[in-house]
């Protein structure tokens, strides 16, 4: 009997989970096929993302994207009708229920209903399947098999494993982690409100997604201290239109690009595509664009959030239309680019980039202008670094065009590592020893895109890797729509491999 094993519960190894279950029916290896998920936590579907219950951490993506199944986009708004619909608490937005945005939890319940469902059909149907609560900490390659070891000294034998590890806490300030007044991840939110008295100062580093579930877990418990947002750019997100307006691109599209390179037999880089896309602004835009106007960096996050507001209540502005008109190309252009111009994108673009295609939800945004209003919220550029006041018991904030601000207590929410060896992770750790991974450039580990496949000197054939493991080859790995299509993809090359043998 084949076993393949899912390392990793979140929303990602369920949707893997799923679409495994689905196509074993479907190829008939029920009866050769096992399955196994080894996950820490006690339920599945959740991992950090959504295993919060804080009501202010919203999803960032309306209901009608968020189907844990492949193809299915829509799965989760039809489920969420069947559950109330925009008439409950827990789902925020002015519009029907496919155009609202739900708290993480909700959807948390929603695909952990979805994984106990799949693990109930196939037990069903006679396809094994095993949960293993513990953590894998290494791997051991063997012949043509697969030994993961868990924290509890169990070693569970595999022909497959699928890496689908979730998203690592911050790896930064690690000279902080000893001080009491320290806190290095936002989630679980109980670190948060067992350490912060309401009346405290509260210095955030990071004012990404992160940085607002940070202000939102503390003010919807009763905090009333100020709150600092720090950061080197200063840069809020935008704020995303209850419903995107839909704009058929002209100029920036993958015909287009693929002409250039036919025609100049040279890639296009990111400066070309850049280029392409001022264009296709202006063009939606019918004149000429002040691109200062769209620098967001180390400007006033307030009056920014202000006009952002103003944009997304008339449904979003030429600039926005593109982003979001992107949303299943921008993948595919990414993969067009070697590492080094995808670097040289995440160094002069990135940011930016994040603060417009990661956009907040309308209702947050209410929330984040009230708290600038009572001068409760600020948001400073510049930050420099971090030091630790003995005297004063506080931390000073230290920025680049004025003096130190000093905090009570400091959050980190400054994002995921990006490159492998920075993840933290003891199990990374051990597979790169063993180079059953190999690091990517541009971040992540080197994979074949085409399977899921990890590329490596030993052993790494049967690993494959979802998630933020890819971030650097794949784009979107955060959003669990493009994760339900790697997962299809994946599943369909593993499956294939079991079913047909050598040929693939």
């Known amino acids: ?281 202006e063009t939606h835009a019918k004149d000429k664009v002040d691109w200062d106007y769209f620098n967001r960096e180390k400007k006033d996050a307030e009056k920014l959030l202000h006009r952002d507001i103003a944009i997304a209540e008339k449904g979003g502005d030429e600039l926005s239309d593109v982003i979001y008109s992107l949303r299943y190309d921008a993948g595919t252009i990414w993969q067009m680019w070697d590492a080094d111009e995808k670097k040289l994108f995440k160094k002069c673009l990135g940011s930016h980039w994040m603060a417009y295609r990661h956009a907040m939800p309308l209702y947050n945004a209410y929330r984040l202008k009230a708290l600038f209003e009572t001068k409760q919220l600020h948001v400073l550029p510049g930050l420099e670094g971090v030091e630790f006041d003995e005297e004063h018991r506080a931390f000073n904030m230290k920025l680049e065009d004025s003096a130190p601000k000093q905090v009570d207590k400091l959050i980190n929410a400054t994002g995921s590592p990006s490159h492998l060896e920075k993840m933290g992770s003891p199990l990374i750790d051990r597979l790169l020893e063993r180079r059953y991974l190999c690091p990517y450039p541009a971040g992540g580990a080197l994979i074949d895109r085409l399977t899921m496949q990890t590329i490596s000197p030993m052993g790494g054939e049967s690993i494959y890797a979802l998630g933020h493991l890819t971030n650097g080859m794949l784009l979107d790995v955060n959003a669990v729509w493009y994760n339900v299509r790697t997962a299809a993809t994946l599943c369909e090359h593993l499956l294939s491999r079991i079913k047909y043998g050598s040929i693939y």
């Open 1 to 281: 009997m084949t076993n393949i094993t899912i390392i990793g519960g979140g929303a990602c190894g369920t949707a893997v989970f799923i679409e495994l279950v689905l196509q074993i029916a479907a190829l008939g290896l029920t009866k050769e096929t096992k399955l196994t998920i080894i996950e820490k936590d006690k339920d599945l579907g959740y991992g950090v993302a959504f295993g919060t219950d804080q009501p202010g951490h919203l999803l960032n993506t309306q209901a009608e994207l968020m189907g844990i199944h492949a193809h299915e986009p829509e799965h989760f708004s039809e489920w969420l009708k069947r559950k109330g619909g925009s008439y409950r608490d827990d789902v925020k937005g002015s519009r029907e229920t496919d155009h609202s945005y739900t708290t993480r939890f909700l959807y948390g319940n929603y695909v952990a209903g979805q994984a106990a469902h799949y693990i109930s059909k196939a037990r069903q149907m006679g396809l094994e399947v095993a949960i293993i609560h513990a953590e894998a900490v290494d791997i051991h390659h063997e012949a043509s098999r697969y030994r993961v070891v868990c924290n509890d000294g169990d070693h569970h034998p595999s022909d497959f494993v699928i890496l689908s590890l979730g998203t690592p806490k911050p790896q930064n300030y690690k000279d902080l982690l000893d001080n009491p007044g320290y806190i290095d991840f936002p989630w679980p939110s109980e670190k948060i409100l067992q350490k912060i008295r309401p009346e405290e100062s509260v210095g955030i580093l990071g004012t990404s997604l992160s940085a607002i579930d940070t202000v939102m877990t503390l003010v919807d418990n009763g905090h009333h201290g100020p709150m600092t947002l720090f950061s080197p750019d200063g840069m809020l997100p935008r704020v995303q239109p209850e419903i995107p307006r839909d704009y058929d691109r002209r100029v920036l599209t993958l015909s287009h690009i693929h002409r250039i390179k036919r025609k100049t037999l040279t890639k296009v880089s990111v400066k070309d595509v850049f280029r392409l896309f001022q264009q296709e602004v």
